[in-house]
């Protein structure tokens, strides 16, 4: 039986790039867009083995995650580093990230039984762009789930 994998924001960037490395490795893979309602994200997100909560669009992604940490296996939130060093031209980004982010690391400190392994990845610059680094990162974690927040800069 194939593992399940939901995403959202696949059509770019690191969510694109995540959905073809699972596609690849034989996963099942759905995937949603910014059309998507979230109700419907998480009534089919509900049990399935990675939930990619990468989608930004004004806190879209900390109603995903306060609604399903505790409902899937594993879950990688992307954050970003603007989280920490906001991004003048973007304040709400900036700001919604933050957020999201204390939200994450709150979850992830105060671990509960059956709550899902989380992955909180922050990159920035060169790295969020490294095809390479993105997919060996998180092929490392899912190995080793207990590893909760990684933020580097190459």
Known sequence: MSKTCIITGDTRGIGKVLKEHFLSLGWQVTAFNKDSSIEKIIQQSVN?????????ADGIQLELFNNLY????????????????????????????????????DVAHNRAVGQADILLLQLTGKSYADNNTIINLVDFWLDNPSIINVGFEI
């Not at 399935?48 to 930004?56: E, G, P, R, V, W």
């Not at 594993?74 to 304040?91: E, F, L, N």
């Open 48 to 56: 399935c083995d990675l939930f990619i909560n990468n989608a930004y």
């Open 70 to 105: 505790r409902s899937v296996k594993k879950m990688i939130v992307c954050g970003s580093i603007a989280a920490r060093y906001p991004d003048t031209d973007m304040p709400k980004y900036s700001v919604d990230k933050k957020i999201l982010e204390d939200r994450v690391l």
